[in-house]
Nanobody
Framework: QVQLEESGGGLVQAGGSLRLSCAGS????????MGWFRQAPGKEREFVAS????????EYADSVKGRFTISRDNAKNSVYLQMNSLKPEDTAVYYC????????????????WGQGTQVTVSS
């Protein structure tokens, strides 16, 4: 029901910034919690940030608090992740996720996934 496509990844030096975008399709997009996860080489996919269906609730992993900001624009069917003060340990493939339940505030255990976009932070 929901298809997601990430963009905005790339190579940046430590301390720099990137803005990831996730374009979604589907009639229920505006009623689903959205989020970002990442997976580094040799590690499991981990939670980064999420935003509730109406944008009122946000959560962040401790490792990115104060540096990353998640936002959404339902009129444009888009979710964004502004990443500032990037560190080499932020290097990973970043995945957009959409909760399957409507009017949701958090991401559940079986979300829809985008294909991922690579973020590489050099020292």
């Amino acid at each position: 029901q929901v298809q997601l496509e990430e963009s905005g990844g790339g190579l940046v030096q430590a301390g720099g910034s990137l803005r990831l975008s996730c374009a979604g399709s589907g009639r229920t997009f505006s009623a689903n919690a959205m989020g970002w996860f990442r997976q580094a080489p040799g590690k499991e996919r981990e939670f980064v940030a999420s935003i509730g269906w109406n944008g009122a609730n946000t959560e962040y992993a401790d490792s990115v608090k104060g540096r990353f900001t998640i936002s959404r624009d339902n009129a444009k069917n888009s979710v964004y992740l502004q990443m500032n003060s990037l560190k080499p340990e932020d290097t990973a493939v970043y995945y957009c996720a959409a909760e399957t339940g409507v009017f949701s505030h958090v991401i559940g255990s079986n979300p829809f996934w985008g294909q991922g976009t690579q973020v590489t932070v050099s020292s």
